[in-house]
């Protein structure tokens, strides 16, 4: 089966532009999950979907950051503007829901943002 | 979600067996213990999780102490490819599942 798939992977900005990540679900994830990665720590919850619902945003920076998951597949994440301290990698993970495996999280390889 | 300690750092030998503790004192009585790894530049993996009673899979043992306040995962024969960063995180599950990750433990493994 295909993994979570995110795009771009790499992506550099200055500070005060704006920028989009977006991410796929392994097919059939009704919950999408969205990390902040800093350098030398472990990841943080940003926001949580289920389907096209947000379950937990509770750690979104709601002045800068947006997301959506418009048709309950894929997922935007938006940053606009960046500031110096949003470089980071962003993490996109998936879940199965109602099913004896939704306590597994699948995560993709991740968009690792510079802002200069 | 149950805070989650852990050692900054560990070593160990190929082939030989690795014990990777984790204390989770305010665990409640309906959280689970879930282990995932972070190989360099990858997203976090699953690796294992439980309960109350020990549990293995094809990756690795999960022994969870008596009182549930500690747990450690078994990796029986470590290899280069085990090298990673290994976090512990406890939480209640359910239909609001996340995962609160802490640094973690970053695991070499010399050859």
């Known amino acids: 089966e295909a993994g979570v798939a995110q795009s771009p992977r790499y992506k550099i900005i200055e500070k005060r532009q704006s920028v989009a990540f977006w991410c796929n679900p392994i097919s059939g994830h009704a919950t999408l999950y969205w990390y902040q990665q800093i350098l030398g720590q472990g990841p943080k919850l940003l926001i949580q979907?289920?389907?096209?619902?947000?379950?937990?945003d509770s750690q979104l920076p709601k002045d800068r950051f947006s997301a959506e998951r418009l048709k309950g597949v894929d997922s935007t994440l938006k940053i606009q503007p960046a500031k110096l301290e949003d470089s980071a990698v962003y993490l996109c993970a998936s879940s199965s829901f109602g099913t004896p495996r939704s306590y597994e999280q699948y995560f993709g390889p991740g968009t690792r943002l510079t802002v200069t | 979600d149950a805070k989650t300690t852990q050692p900054n750092s560990m070593e160990s030998n190929e082939e030989e067996p690795v014990h990777l503790p984790c204390n989770h004192s305010?665990?409640?009585?309906?959280?689970?213990i879930h282990w995932y790894r972070q190989l360099p530049s990858q997203g976090p993996e699953y690796v294992i999780h439980g309960l109350t009673s020990n549990v293995n899979n094809r990756m690795a043992s999960l022994a969870i102490a008596e009182d549930r306040k500690s747990s450690t995962l078994i990796l029986h024969r470590a290899t280069l490819r085990d090298a990673a960063v290994y976090y512990c995180?406890?939480?209640?599950?359910?239909?609001?599942?996340?995962?609160?990750f802490g640094k973690g433990t970053l695991l070499t493994v010399n050859p």
């Open positions: 979907f289920q389907n096209n619902g947000v379950v937990d």
């Open positions: 305010t665990i409640s009585g309906t959280d689970y």
């Open positions: 995180t406890v939480n209640s599950g359910g239909s609001n599942y996340k995962l609160t």
